[in-house]
T-cell receptor, first 112, second 110 residues
Framework: GAVVSQHPSWVICKSGTSVKIECRSL??????MFWYRQFPKQSLMLMAT?????????EQGVEKDKFLINHASLTLSTLTVTSAHPEDSSFYIC????????FGPGTRLTVT | QKEVEQNSGPLSVPEGAIASLNCTYS??????FFWYRQYSGKSPELIMF????GDKEDGRFTAQLNKASQYVSLLIRDSQPSDSATYLC??????????FGTGTRLLVSP
């Protein structure tokens, strides 16, 4: 149980374009999902908390207009990186909360 | 002071030995503690969680919590080369959020 998927697993995009990442809870319903970012050799940093049917709560320093989060159903949350730049290149990981947080496999974003 | 602190390592142990990973936290009110394993290039995998003082065992893994000392540890018995990974300690802040340490890299040599 507690399986979380992400799509795509990796993506390369050009600077200035937008990229959408999907996070799905496959065998449970998740009213709350989380989006993290991890730079090389660093720990996970929480970007935002996504609640089904309401606006996401962003951590301090995270631009809500740049990182758009939509949690439209109990099994799906999406993160859209708008107008991506090379400094947005990172490993983006979602998690979904059943009893505790279970992580998706991550999406590696490279912006050229 | 960081909210969750771990020694970055690497911690090197021979195959079959006990690996001991340590973590301290600053918020005395913290109630829930987690250990995740992260292989290079992969996302974290939940290994154990512990809420009460004392030991909690699951197979080769034992989590130990001492709230008075604000200290949580993970013991891995009979370490295997496949245990080589980065181990992340996390503390729950509030009802939902997890705050992660920077992780300890474990190397188990055959």
């Amino acid at each position: 149980g507690a399986v979380v998927s992400q799509h795509p697993s990796w993506v390369i995009c050009k600077s200035g374009t937008s990229v959408k990442i999907e996070c799905r809870s496959l065998d449970f319903q998740a009213t709350t999902m989380f989006w993290y970012r991890q730079f090389p050799k660093q720990s996970l940093m929480l970007m935002a908390t996504s609640n089904e049917g309401s606006k996401a709560t962003y951590e301090q320093g995270v631009e809500k207009d740049k990182f758009l989060i939509n949690h439209a159903s109990l099994t799906l949350s999406t993160l859209t990186v708008t107008s991506a730049h090379p400094e947005d290149s990172s490993f983006y990981i979602c998690s979904a909360k059943e009893d505790e947080q279970y992580f998706g496999p991550g999406t590696r974003l490279t912006v050229t | 002071q960081k909210e969750v602190e771990q020694n970055s390592g690497p911690l090197s142990v021979p195959e079959g030995a006990i690996a001991s990973l340590n973590c301290t936290y600053s918020d005395r009110g913290s109630q829930s503690f987690f250990w995740y394993r992260q292989y290079s290039g992969k996302s974290p995998e939940l290994i154990m969680f512990i809420y009460s003082n004392g030991d909690k065992e699951d197979g080769r893994f034992t989590a130990q919590l001492n709230k008075a000392s604000q200290y949580v540890s993970l013991l891995i018995r009979d370490s295997q080369p496949s245990d080589s990974a980065t181990y992340l300690c996390a503390v729950k802040r509030g009802f939902q959020k997890l705050v992660f340490g920077t992780g300890t890299r474990l190397l188990v040599s055959p």
